[in-house]
């Protein structure tokens, strides 16, 4: 990735505190080195290109008017940004429900993505302790857990895409989270 | 649920909430807690820094030059558009940019298709042996008016604006596909400033070869009433295979110089 080292984090922080401060160029500078990791984020996820076209405006639109609130000892410049994005696909997904329901054959292309070999070496610390953590889980829980993340799903749509009872994905899930953050909190 | 006794259900429903299962209900009463709550916000921003990490696999997509001018439009901004800087992922972040300045579209095809997320992982050079199929689609005027991305065992179609000649109002662009001395055939509308992906039928995959080529005729805005164009031939382009190696630049394109309507 290309926004993942430290020095990076930090520029980052600045040009979004920046913003802020109602800086223009500061603004073109942060999505001209943010752009294509959020649109990443957005098409992974809404999968339409227009749609994620959308997402991705609605994301920097919003990013621009809140840069203010951005507080750097909470969350970083690119943590808050693909939240952001992230929220933005997920009500966008939200609000086209039942249209995602019909497409079973999504289900296969996704689940239980893993990095490639390559994009594994670029990835950061944080990464790769939540890959570990995650190893230790079920394999379809792992799964469960990886399609939530990277469709934004409900669990309604989750147990209709594993074909399994509602409530067994929100078991799946819940028991997931918890032990991630056992896992994660420990090895922090 | 065997969730230790420690983990409030509140911790939970912060932790979906960032997972992103939460139905719509679910997530606006979060989102306000959030703001509400200095406890919330914590807690949520403790999980997104669990969670978020797993974005770093996702691969980057550099987003169409289309995408700032439209964010700069929308906040009345005057700042300049970024420069399009070549990262190290080369060839597939700077797709954007060769389709912007309407050369390479074959190489742009491939990744145009990875852009749409029709294969499921990170982009990874493609084998020679995928058949997809591009052509640059030219106005008159000598710009690339859209570029259109096929696949054809998916049976898809991607089209891009580059930079179409304005419409007049009550008018749009149709898409045809002409086989070699055949009529023209609707593949469907497409648009000035989105992408549009469209669906290829058995009969138009058929025809679907690089002895056929693409028009855009402007039409009503429903499409033409009639089975062949009814309005102004606009741009066309011969269809080519993709090419998925090599750079941009030796790409070569035939334009096709027949008129549409003269094979209508």
């Known amino acids: 990735m290309s926004v993942t080292s430290a020095p990076e984090h930090e520029e980052l922080n600045q040009l979004l505190m920046q913003c802020g401060r109602n800086d223009q160029k500061a603004f073109a500078e942060l999505y001209r080195r943010t752009s294509s990791k959020l649109f990443g984020v957005c098409l992974r996820m809404v999968r339409d290109r227009g749609d994620a076209e959308e997402v991705l405006q609605e994301t920097y639109t919003a990013a621009w008017r809140r840069a203010a609130s951005f507080d750097s000892a909470k969350a970083s410049a690119i943590t808050w940004l693909v939240t952001l994005s992230r929220n933005k696909a997920i009500d966008r997904l939200r609000q086209h429900r039942v249209e995602l329901l019909d497409e079973p054959s999504r289900l296969e292309e996704i689940v239980d993505e893993q990095p490639t070999p390559a994009v594994e070496a670029e990835t950061s610390q944080e990464h790769r302790r939540l890959e570990r953590c995650l190893d230790e889980l079920e394999p379809q829980q792992r799964s469960s857990v990886r399609e939530a993340f990277f469709t934004g799903a409900t669990y309604n749509e989750l147990a209709t895409r594993c074909k399994v009872p509602l409530g067994t994905m929100k078991s799946w899930i819940r028991r997931s989270l918890m032990q991630l953050r056992t896992c994660l909190d420990q090895s922090a | ?264």
């Open chain 2, 1 to 264: 649920m065997n969730t230790p006794a420690d983990d409030g259900n509140n911790n939970l429903r912060y932790a979906e909430y960032v997972l992103g299962v939460l139905d719509a209900d679910a997530r606006a009463e979060v989102a306000h807690e959030v703001m509400a709550s200095d406890e919330a916000a914590t807690a949520v921003a403790l999980w997104q820094r669990r969670l978020l990490p797993l974005a770093d696999t996702i691969a980057d997509v550099a987003p169409a030059p289309y995408v700032w001018a439209r964010i700069r439009d929308e906040l009345q901004l005057d700042a300049p558009p970024p420069a399009v800087v070549a990262t190290r992922k080369g060839l597939w972040n700077n797709l954007a940019l060769w389709h912007w300045l309407g050369i390479g579209a074959s190489a742009v095809a491939v990744a145009l298709l990875v852009m749409m997320g029709l294969p499921s992982r990170a982009p990874t050079p493609v084998e020679a042996n995928v058949s997809y199929m591009a052509a640059t689609i030219q106005q008159d005027n000598g710009s690339t008016g859209w570029t259109a991305t096929m696949d054809p065992q998916r049976g898809r179609m991607v089209v891009v604006p580059g930079s179409p000649v304005a419409f007049a109002p009550g008018h749009a662009p149709e898409l045809w596909l002409i086989p070699a001395g055949g009529k023209p055939i609707a593949i469907g509308m497409i648009t000035l400033d989105k992408a549009t992906t469209l669906t290829l039928a058995p009969a138009l995959l058929a025809k679907l070869d690089t002895t056929a080529i693409l028009a855009v005729s402007v039409e009503p805005p429903g499409g033409s009433p009639t089975s062949q164009p009814t309005g102004a031939v606009v741009a066309k382009g011969a269809i080519d295979h993709a090419v998925t190696s090599g750079t941009p630049g030796k790409v070569a394109l035939r334009v096709d110089g027949e008129a549409l309507r003269g094979s209508a």
